[in-house]
């Protein structure tokens, strides 16, 4: 729809007209015309502006200084130069007809009768037709999108418009790897391509308001013809990304084209809030009857059938809680679930696949699941949580889970507290330990039991405190030495210290605290007092 150099060959002002040289620049875009009697265009001229000129400022050129001017237009990018003789020359000049050959410049002669304001005039007219028209074509096209969205649309309907509006097949991506499938295409028939190049940027045209970029590729049905592939990323709200593709198959992207592609660009991202919204409300909705079951609100059974019917949960069903974080090499937590959708969503997308219809409730800084037991010994899960951590665990974070006993569906307040009080109380007592279940913690549930103004301290014998508070030094190292199955030269390395030095401290450890490590009570409860003791100390920094 644009308005090329050809297009003026209809105007009655050009009737006459001789195109000189230049043909091969015909399809050149007309965005506006002007008179030029002095070379200074680099101070006024602008891309695609028709020059008109008598030449009168060009008298006493040379033929080099010629050949440089028409050098500036082809510079300026300016769409053709028309020549009005017998007026100032009576023919143009040899060295500008050569120049304008040279850069494809179309150059029109003109004669002395027909005036300048009459070519103004039909010029700015067809432009301003063309304006006109371009106004009404997005009037028309943002129609059709809005009648769409009004009757209530997808992805796919705005797909569909778009390819019948442009007649181009176009597709959205979610990743734009050259082996990236598209996640949605306006016809079904897509057929498989190969991509050619990279993704570079395409220069901003006049009815842009995004940045597109573009690629080649070839369809792998043996037709060997290239075509390019035009691709506009879509701002999106969330950490999502979505990218708008248009191969060029059918014919080339005109300037129509993009309006209606901006148009459903556009409309894609209303459909993507529209979406977001509901599942943000869905997702609120259903983390109330999530609260509602673990906190035990549940007022009558037909409510509790609704509840568990909603999340295809069985009423005589055996169910374990999981509390999951996330945490780095220091056991600090790490990942704000709320705040890192990406992150989480994988996360939860991991464990689906595992188990399709598990149910989970996010918290700022824990994931809550909630998983049918039928068929799953303790054993197999945990084996298949081990899995899921080794698949996620990056550098610098990695899960931790607490796992409560197996119980039903009144049970839940219970076990929801149980398995993150068995998080809480493995991360002070076992903080290498990925997975730990709420039977794992054996003596130690004992303390889940205490009230909370309990001291920790009480439990502990009075010897190994005063180690810990007098001879820190050597209190790690019985600590080292019992975590390592009181092995000497495990210890020693674990300590980086020779064995020597190692069996030097212990002796001297045995002597002070006069212990006996070949009775296994007096190890156990060793161990016991280590644990306690620091339990005691995570309570105290809290």
Known sequence: MTVLVRDLLSLHSFQNA????????????????????????????????LLLTSLYGFSNYSEAELESFIAKIHHFECAGLIVKTDRFVSQIP?????????????????????????????VMQLLFNETNMLLQQYRLINQKFISLAMNGTSYKEILVLLEKLINNPVYLYKQLHTSAKPILSGDEDSEDVMILSDLSSVEKKEHTSYHYKERNFRYKNNDPQVYREIVVPIPQ???????LAIREAGKAVVAIDYMAIENAISFIQMEYLKQASIREMKYGYSNDLID??????VDSKAQLEMILNQFRMDIGGRYRFLTVESKNINN???????????????????????????????????????????NETII?????????????????????IGISEEGTVDLFPKHSQQALETLQ???KIYPQ?????????????????LPKDSNFLDFVPEELIQLQTHKNELYRTLVTYLDNNQNIKASAAALFIHPKTMSYRMNKIISMLQIDLTNADEVTQLNIGVRLLKVAEERLAD
């Not at 709200?237 to 990218?243: A, H, R, V």
């Not at 899960?381 to 931790?400: E, G, M, R, W």
């Open 433 to 449: 330990a990925f997975v730990i279940s709420y039977g794992d913690l054996g003596f130690y549930r004992l303390l889940l039991k």
């Open 237 to 243: 709200i969330k950490e999502e990304n979505l990218y």
């Open 94 to 122: 040899k060295a500008i007809m050569d120049s304008c050959t040279k850069y494809h410049l179309p150059l029109f002669q003109i004669e002395r009768d027909i005036k300048y304001n009459d070519i103004m005039v039909e």
């Open 380 to 400: 197999t899960l945990k084996k298949k949580l081990q899995q899921l951590i080794d698949q996620t665990k990056s550098q610098h974070s990695y899960l931790q």
């Open 332 to 374: 600090q937590l790490t990942t704000d679930f709320n705040k890192s959708d990406k992150h989480t969503n994988n996360l939860i997308a991991a464990f689906k696949k595992v188990w399709p219809d598990i149910v989970y409730r996010i918290r700022p800084y824990r994931i809550n699941f909630i998983l049918n037991t039928k």
């Open 292 to 297: 509602d079951l673990i906190s035990g609100k």
């Open 18 to 49: 001789k195109l000189v040289t230049g043909q091969t620049g015909i399809h050149n875009e007309v965005d506006n015309i002007m008179i030029m009697e002095a070379p200074d265009i680099e101070n006024w001229v602008t891309p695609n502006e």
């Open 425 to 427: 109380l493995a991360a």
